[in-house]
């Protein structure tokens, strides 16, 4: 899909076009020129969000049109896809350690739906299917997937095939969030990437994907706080000791993908353990989640 951004005048006449007056307005001008390139110059993102703002009167109102926590819990809807459930974006947030200052689980889920009420209240964000769940225009979900990867290393593919950037293995040690979700990939890691110890990875996300082997060198991620697996149907080995080497992770979902655990807690030199056995999530410390 090519998508046709304005230049820098072009995207400032749109918003002040859309906004009204009150942009130029002196004490809001100078803020009002700081959202605006917010927009990432794509006309539909740049009028929803002058649109928001026309009737804003307090500065204060306008400045929290950069707010970061915002914009974070924005990109990440887009990544998570169409009707993607709120619960998954407490889930992402929280993997990424975005939340400063809550100590209760209730706390971040208020958090959660107080950021998502206002992007609604933006058209940033759209309601979902149901009430739980949420959406967004397709445009804006494929601008704000590019603009994750460049700016915040996070990476989603939001289609079947695998992404080009999957294949980038200089940018992929820089990602601290990989979501495959539905994608059609079977092997998760090739040569290119027998050695991802540098790699920065926090969040690795793969539901409903086609992996058949979570390999040996997932167990390299020493970041990683969330692995997610659910709905990966065709998933039928997780290498031995890749869990218990996992030693950061705080989060682990199987549900529906994973049913052949090795009841062995020690494999022999003769006859090697040959899948994951649940006695490696006892040296998982950190895991609160599974």
Not at 62 to 79: N, P, R, V
Not at 135 to 150: L, P, T
Not at 201 to 222: A, F, H, N, W
Not at 250 to 266: I, K
Request: a negative charge; proline letters at 3%; one cysteine or more.
């Amino acid at each position: 899909l090519q998508i046709e951004l304005l230049e820098e005048d072009e995207a400032w006449k749109l918003f002040k076009n859309v906004a009204g007056p009150i942009a130029e307005r002196s004490d809001l001008q100078p803020t009002a020129e700081k959202v605006a390139p917010k927009c990432a110059r794509l006309p539909i993102a740049i009028a929803t969000v002058a649109k928001a703002l026309k009737h804003k009167e307090n500065l204060y109102e306008w400045e929290d049109a950069l707010e970061m926590e915002l914009s974070e819990t924005f990109l990440l809807c887009c990544i998570m896809g169409h009707n993607a459930a709120t619960e998954e974006l407490l889930k992402y947030r929280r993997g990424l350690g975005l939340f400063r200052g809550l100590d209760t689980v209730e706390k971040v889920r208020r958090r959660v739906l107080t950021l998502v009420s206002e992007l609604k209240d933006s058209s940033l964000v759209l309601s979902g299917s149901s009430p739980e769940q949420l959406d967004m225009h397709d445009v804006v979900c494929e601008v704000a997937i590019a603009i994750a990867f460049r700016d915040r290393g996070w990476l989603a593919s939001g289609k079947e095939e695998v992404s080009e950037e999957w294949s980038d293995k200089d940018r992929m040690r820089t990602c601290s969030l990989v979501s495959l979700q539905n994608t059609k990939v079977s092997e998760l890691l090739d040569e290119r990437y027998s050695d991802v110890r540098r790699v920065n990875l926090e969040i690795l996300d793969l539901r409903k994907s086609t992996i058949r082997v979570l390999p040996k060198e997932i167990g390299q991620l020493r970041r990683l706080k969330l692995l997610d697996l659910s709905g990966c149907f065709n998933l039928k080995v997780i290498s031995p000791n890749v869990l218990s080497s996992l030693s950061r992770l705080e989060e682990l979902y199987l549900y529906g993908c994973f049913n052949r655990w090795d009841w062995e807690v020690e494999g022999s030199e003769n006859n090697p353990r040959s899948n994951a056995s649940l006695v490696e999530l006892q040296s998982l410390s950190r895991l609160t989640t599974l």
